[in-house]
């Protein structure tokens, strides 16, 4: 009984698009700085709705990019999932994100509570992992240039 050419044709084409598949997951995360990190996060699609320098027009000062996510933020209303890092060059993946941008927006830490941090009542100090499909890299940041309980 010889098999059916069809078929074999069929698995050589599944085989080869899950192969690719696979290389293209596998290049998309390399950039991804948590990728070897086993620890689940909380993570959702989203997209950029605002991005700039710090200050502004000075590309000197570092670079913020804020997502249509409220993940890590939800009890606070005027609040949306953001990264601000006054270290990041014009080069860097956070100052290349345009408005629009899709992402996925994972939140990797929250600060724990104590005499001069309330997270329940101060939304800053979250730190985000973000994951962009145009530029297929990643970077980190905290969502505020100030930490919780800070200045």
Known sequence: MGSNPMKRGLRRT???AVVL????????LADDPLESNPQPYRCEESVI????????????SGFFA?????????????????????????NSALAKQKVGDKVQVCLIGSP?????????KDPRGRFFRVYS??????YVGTNANHLCGGA
């Open 14 to 16: 599944i085989s080869l």
């Open 21 to 28: 598949l696979l290389a293209q997951t596998s290049n998309a």
């Open 49 to 60: 709705t605002k991005v700039g320098t710090y200050f502004e027009n000075d590309p000197t």
């Open 66 to 90: 804020i997502f249509q996510s409220k993940l890590g933020v939800e009890q606070f209303p005027e609040s949306y999932a953001a990264v601000v890092d006054r270290s990041a060059g014009a």
């Open 112 to 120: 724990p509570k104590d005499q001069y941090c309330n997270p329940d």
């Open 133 to 138: 499909y145009r530029l297929k890299a990643a």
